[in-house]
């Protein structure tokens, strides 16, 4: 398993791919709203990322055909916007984007009420983003990948949720998948010990009901008793300092992953 180890200058130019995403995402959240359609937010996308440097990392890869992943309800990952598919109130959906820039990716996701949500999915929403502050609080020098797994599953758990795992998390630099993989589970310390400049992204998976997962298709991952779902991801560099999530745009206030 070859590991890459990132200099700080390379993180440097991670984090500048990270902060277009966290630009568009930002936007997107924005944006969401009853009556708009997952296609619509894909145009947008492609709006916010038209004419300068850089390239959508989904679009093609392995034959995916579009800039975003916009999962509803359900829906785990690799839902394809569709202009048929107008979300509704009540409803949530992730958004998941990705960007090349200068030769580096970065990578994250959200999960979004449409209009007000019932206080169910509220805390799915909730539970499965303070996950992800949970294991982003293990990527210290020092720590294993099952620490960071643990974090995310004994939280999840705790809730009475499940997490998904047939997908997990990655390595990512020059490659949008690499080395290591970084699944939702796991015990604490065992797995790969964690190194400086070590780049993962860290994407907690969590359905309310059982952790079974079907296919639609050819992407479409969907929960197998049809409960809902929620999916929150950032990039995160391990660093001496303690964890910097590259898809912000401060170092500082890491532990704010939603505005």
């Known amino acids: 398993m070859a590991i890459h180890l990132r200099s700080a200058e390379e993180l440097q ?60 309800n359900s829906e785990i990952v690799h839902g394809i916007p569709s202009p048929k598919r107008k979300l509704r109130e009540g409803e949530v959906v992730s958004i998941d984007f ?13 999960t979004v009420p449409v209009g007000k ?14 996950s992800l502050d949970r294991a982003i609080d293990k990527m210290r020098p020092g720590n294993r990948l099952g620490d960071v797994g643990y974090a995310v599953q004994s939280w999840v758990e705790q809730h009475g949720y499940s997490v998904v795992r047939e997908f997990v998390g990655h390595g990512i630099g020059t490659k949008m ?3 290591p993989n970084l699944p939702n589970y796991g015990e604490a310390g065992r797995g790969a010990r964690l190194q400086e400049g070590m780049v993962i ?13 079907r296919m639609r298709g050819e992407w479409v991952a969907e929960t197998a008793d049809g409960s809902p779902s929620a999916h929150f991801e950032h990039t995160v560099a391990i660093t001496a300092d303690g964890p910097w999530i590259l898809t912000r745009p401060k170092r500082d206030d890491w532990t704010v992953l939603v505005e």
């Not at 930002?26 to 359609?37: F, K, N, Q, S, Y």
């Not at 990705?98 to 959200?110: F, N, P």
């Not at 949500?117 to 303070?130: G, N």
């Not at 992204?201 to 997962?213: F, S």
């Open 98 to 110: 990705g960007i090349e820039l200068d030769g580096y990716y970065a990578d994250s996701a959200v």
């Open 117 to 130: 949500i019932s206080p169910e999915l509220q805390k799915l929403l909730d539970v499965t983003r303070e």
């Open 177 to 179: 998948h690499d080395e």
């Open 13 to 72: 130019k991670m984090h500048r791919s990270g902060l277009v995403v966290h630009e568009v995402l930002t936007a997107l959240r924005a944006a969401v709203e009853p009556g708009i359609t997952t296609m619509d937010l894909e145009k947008l996308a492609e709006e916010k990322i038209a004419g300068r440097p850089g390239k959508a990392a989904f679009k093609g890869y392995k034959g995916y055909p579009c800039v975003l992943c916009t999962s509803v």
């Open 201 to 213: 992204a860290v994407e907690p998976m969590v359905n309310a009901g059982g952790p079974e997962v």
